[in-house]
């Protein structure tokens, strides 16, 4: 895994205007929360700055959010208090979760936000799927988005910079990825991620931060949860979409 700690300071630049309010980034998940029963436990196991999470606890769901970031942690338990929601923040990364929830817990788990292939290859992103289908209870689903890495791959490694300013908190800034695409599927890729803001005066501060990512397959993720017994219940994937959704249950 790798940190987040630097953009955590700035994470909300990353986010959507569509979905910086808490609710409105649980709105986006409606049609797999129709799926759970009221007052349903939930897990957020890449909760980055708490969206989401305080999101689902303003539903009347019990909410637990964790991140392998100390500093994504922090920033959700701020924003839970801003807020006034009841969200758990705990700092674990996947293969941590079952030390600190027994098995069954959960009625739904969300891994979201493009979050997986953080996880260091098809080894690690099996145990990470394997942590989480643990704590899904019999009749529990695991909902995930991703990136349709089939994409970002065709298009190789790149300087992708924003083409508008982004207004957050009252200052503006400039996002900017820098994609360094392996040659094989199976190595380590690389994502440095640039926010650029500008201050009254002029003045640029740029905070930045190099992620190791490890891309797949959409095919792959399909047999990686079945290995862990998981099954495909929805899907919006779309190989020339730019990121899907894929909802799985425990049976």
């Known amino acids: 895994m790798t940190g ?23 709105a986006s ?33 019990q909410v637990v959010a964790t991140d392998a970031s100390e500093a994504m942690v ?11 929601a009841s969200v758990r923040a705990v700092r ?13 817990t959960f009625d739904m788990v969300f891994c979201v936000g493009n979050s997986l292939h953080h996880a260091a290859g098809a080894r690690g992103r099996g145990a990470a799927l394997e942590s989480m289908s643990r ?8 909902v995930l988005t991703s990136r349709t890495w089939e994409l970002v791959r065709a298009r190789g490694s790149r300087l992708q910079i924003g083409d508008r300013l982004v207004r957050r908190n009252g200052r503006d800034a400039v996002v900017v990825y820098r994609w ?24 640029v501060v740029v ?10 397959r959409y095919e792959e993720l399909e047999a990686e949860l079945h290995r862990v017994g998981l099954q495909t219940e929805l899907s919006t994937f779309d190989p020339e979409a730019e990121n899907y959704m894929v909802v799985a249950s425990k049976g």
């Open 180 to 203: 360094e695409i392996a040659p094989q599927w199976e190595q380590e890729h690389h994502i440095e991620i640039a926010i650029a803001q500008i201050d009254a005066t002029g003045l």
């Open 74 to 84: 922090r920033r959700t338990a701020q924003l839970s208090e801003e807020f006034g």
């Open 4 to 26: 987040y700690d630097v953009l955590a300071e700035v994470y909300e630049w990353l986010i959507s205007d569509a979905k910086l309010p808490p609710a409105e980034f649980a």
């Open 207 to 216: 905070r930045s931060e190099l992620l190791s990512c490890w891309p797949y």
């Open 92 to 104: 674990a990364n996947w293969e941590e979760l079952p030390d600190h929830f027994q098995d069954d």
């Open 135 to 142: 704590l899904v209870r019999p009749g529990g689903r695991l």
């Open 29 to 61: 998940f409606d049609d797999a929360l129709d799926l759970l029963p009221s007052n349903a436990h939930v897990l957020d196991c890449s909760c980055g700055t708490g969206q989401l999470a305080v999101g689902l606890a303003g539903r009347g769901l």
